[in-house]
């Protein structure tokens, strides 16, 4: 079974440049969720989709990151300026549908975002 | 409001030690609590979760406690080897209600294993 994909692994990009993730989860799960992680603290919750619907946004820094998962399928992460405290790593995870097997989240490798 | 504290940040033993990490939560409706382990350069996964019916899990050199008075979970390792060694993540969740609540977990800060051969 194909596990989360993200691409690109790895992604340098200037002060207002735009940057989008990308994530494929794993099939057939419902879930998918975003988190990033700055370096030396906790991995942080940004926003969970439950097919193509926003389930819960509440950690969305602001208004220039977008998330959009059409199709309910695999999602992407933009972010529009990119400003130097959007540098970490962002993952994208992924859990079945049910209440046992939505407690269960696999990430992706992570998408490492440097912004100088 | 949702708040993880994970202590150490880094911990260093040596191989055939014992090693434990532990995490406190504020929010008294969380009921479940995942670990997970991050090796360098790769994703994290999941090793052992307890929820909370149960005050114990083990699972082989590894264990869980939940203490629900005092809103504290541990991972203990035992006899770790060289390969435990590893960034390692608690989490907490909030309900069960698949239909309504978010089930996004809220994590701690790391903890940072380093096991000396």
């Known amino acids: 079974e194909a596990g989360v994909t993200q691409f690109p692994s790895h992604s340098v990009i200037e002060k207002g440049q735009t940057v989008t993730l990308r994530c494929d989860p794993i099939?057939?799960?419902?879930?998918l969720y975003w988190y990033r992680r700055v370096m030396g603290k906790e991995i942080k919750f940004l926003l969970h989709f439950v097919k193509e619907s926003k389930q819960d946004e509440s950690g969305m820094p602001n208004n220039r990151f977008l998330a959009e998962r059409t199709g309910g399928t695999y999602s992407t992460l933009k972010v529009q300026p990119a400003e130097l405290e959007d540098s970490g790593v962002y993952f994208c995870?992924?859990?079945?549908?049910?209440?046992?097997?939505?407690?269960?989240?696999?990430f992706g490798a992570g998408s490492r975002l440097t912004v100088l | 409001g949702e708040n993880v504290e994970q202590h150490p940040s880094t911990l260093s033993v040596q191989e055939g030690d014992s090693a434990v990490i532990k995490c406190t939560y504020s929010?008294?409706?969380?009921?479940?609590f995942p670990w997970y382990k991050q090796e360098l350069g790769k994703r994290p996964q999941l090793i052992i979760d307890i929820r909370s019916n149960v005050g114990e899990k083990k699972d082989q050199r590894i264990a869980v406690t939940l203490n629900k008075t005092a809103k504290h979970f541990s991972l203990h390792i035992t006899e770790t080897q060289p390969e435990d060694s590893a960034v390692y993540f608690c989490?907490?969740?909030?309900?069960?209600?698949?239909?309504?609540?978010?089930?996004?977990?809220?994590f701690g800060t790391g903890t940072l294993l380093a096991v000396q051969p």
């Open positions: 099939s057939g799960h419902d879930n």
């Open positions: 989490a907490d969740k909030h309900g069960m209600n698949y239909g309504g609540a978010t089930n996004k977990l809220i």
């Open positions: 995870a992924s859990s079945d549908q049910g209440a046992a097997g939505a407690n269960v989240l696999t």
């Open positions: 929010d008294s409706a969380s009921n479940y």
